[in-house]
């Protein structure tokens, strides 16, 4: 009978279209990541390139998938851009910069909270403290505008467990920046003795 036939043929292309989705899903979170190794080491023009070509990647997903289909794709692209334009420019981009749902949005940034720590820790090993203390009032700047929305977990999945996490690492944090911060003030008044401080 032709009708099974022609449910057949339209789930067979449906199914090739979730499947073209999942694939171009899973090039663009994996070039994210690569964009954040590349902010973390440094690779500021590789990583601002390959921002670029994903954005490019990422408008043409949007075109033939629904947002509830690449919520995860548009939040490690915010994370990703995010963290970029924070290092670069000292500036959290908006929605429409971006140009993903605001749901994503929200969970792109609650994910950048981590990876700052991350770039606040290389600071600090690099002794580029006034950077790693910058970084950290961002993060609290950040947590504090993001907070309100644990209100909203039902619509945006995860929110209030990213929430946490993001507190989480807020304090670890604080701990690190009031330790280094200590250790420096100690350094000065050795250095005001007359005291030259070891790294050993």
Not at 14 to 22: A, C, L, P, S
Not at 159 to 167: I, W
């Amino acid at each position: 009978m032709k009708h099974f036939d022609d449910i057949m043929q339209h789930l067979e292309e449906t199914q090739r279209f979730r499947e073209q989705i999942h694939t171009e899903s899973r090039r663009i979170i994996a070039d994210c990541s690569r964009i954040i190794i590349q902010i973390h080491q440094g690779q500021y023009k590789e990583a601002q390139d390959m921002l670029h070509n994903t954005k490019s990647s990422l408008i043409k997903l949007q075109d033939i998938a629904t947002s509830r289909d690449i919520v995860t794709v548009e939040q490690e692209y915010t994370e990703a851009h995010t963290l970029y334009n924070i290092v670069n420019h000292d500036r959290v981009p908006l929605p429409e910069q971006i140009g993903v749902a605001p749901e994503a949005y929200i969970l792109g940034m609650l994910d950048t909270i981590g990876e700052l720590k991350r770039f606040m820790l290389n600071c600090i090993r690099n002794d580029n403290l006034d950077t790693a203390y910058h970084t950290f009032d961002t993060m609290e700047t950040l947590y504090e505008c993001l907070y309100p929305f644990a209100a909203y977990n039902t619509i945006l999945k995860e929110s209030k467990r990213k929430l946490d996490v993001c507190r989480i690492t807020l304090e670890s944090s604080r701990a690190i920046v009031t330790e280094e911060r200590r250790r420096q003030h100690l350094i000065s008044r050795m250095r005001a003795m007359g005291f030259e401080p070891t790294n050993s």
